[in-house]
């Protein structure tokens, strides 16, 4: 028998320095002494992921991001909230398993998220060696960069800060929301022309690449939403943790962005 343990000790025993002591990669609910039954890998366990998972028959889902809208998912403030109450008696009444999966998978070596990203891009050859995030693609435009995120990532729509015909070489690749004292950094001290973010803060990183521009600086920011900007790394998870674990069925549910646009 497989227990759900066993598959995250699996997982844990690739990546280096682990285990980590402080880290937000626990369990968040179920019992990990079950026998495994399937696994799904995600971005974000939405309600549409769990109701996916019981309809697979899974009961492990190893997900990227936080369950329950807080970093720590420290919960004590949404007592009495009905939208994490329901979602938590969801995860209950089912006997499913939500380990987490952040730290220890950007600590791979190489950054699982940002290889996957890279893998779906078909970037992978313009990656800089030895950097994690920075890549140097001859003769890109940022409306070629744009109109290739679109067209790999399925992307409707990119809000950028920048102009189309400028040249936009040295890509840094800057996933999720590091914040925008990192983004505005990535800019001098690598000497990006671009940063590609999932997320950013508007008042800071988008008034330093508009100040820039005025000041005749080659800079721009392209936003592609945090969902977008690094499930692919969970989907290239499923691939990675297969041959580990052959007899478990592992499914991928992409959960995309959650915005619209009106
Ligand atoms: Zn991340």
């Known amino acids: 028998m497989r227990?759900?343990?066993?598959?995250?000790d699996l997982i844990i025993a690739e990546i280096p320095d682990a285990p980590l002591e402080d880290t937000v990669d626990v369990f968040k609910c179920g019992d990990p002494t079950q026998e495994v039954t399937g696994i799904v890998t995600t971005f974000t366990a939405t309600m549409d992921v769990l109701r996916k998972t019981v309809k697979l028959g899974a009961?492990?889902?190893?997900t990227h991001e936080p369950t329950f809208y807080e970093h720590r998912e420290r919960t004590e403030w949404l007592a009495d909230?009905?939208?994490f109450q329901a979602k938590r008696a969801f995860l209950e009444e089912h006997k499913l398993t939500v380990?987490?999966?952040?730290?220890?998978?950007?600590?791979?070596q190489p950054d699982g998220i940002i290889t996957g990203m890279l893998k779906a891009l078909a970037w992978e050859k313009y990656r800089l060696p030895d950097?994690?995030?920075m890549l140097a693609i001859p003769g890109m435009t940022l409306a070629n960069l744009v109109a290739a995120l679109k067209e790999k990532l399925a992307l409707p729509v990119v809000r950028v800060v920048g102009n189309p015909q400028q040249s936009s070489e040295r890509i840094a690749m800057l996933v999720g929301s590091p914040g925008g004292d990192f983004q505005i950094m990535?800019?001098?001290?690598?000497n990006a022309d671009v940063v590609i973010c999932g997320e950013t803060s508007e008042w800071q990183t988008c008034e330093y690449v508009r100040d820039a521009i005025a000041l005749g600086h080659n800079k721009a920011l392209v936003i592609i939403g945090h969902a977008k900007s690094e499930e692919e790394g969970m989907h290239y998870?499923?691939?990675?943790?297969?041959?580990?674990?052959?007899?478990v069925p592992i499914t991928y549910l992409a959960i995309g962005d959650p915005i619209t646009t009106l």
């Open 3 to 8: 227990t759900i343990q066993n598959v995250i």
């Open 59 to 62: 009961n492990l889902i190893i």
């Open 81 to 83: 909230d009905p939208v």
């Open 99 to 108: 380990w987490r999966f952040h730290d220890y998978w950007h600590r791979h």
């Open 131 to 133: 950097t994690r995030a």
């Open 186 to 190: 990535a800019f001098q001290q690598w």
């Open 237 to 247: 998870l499923s691939s990675w943790l297969q041959p580990k674990v052959p007899e």
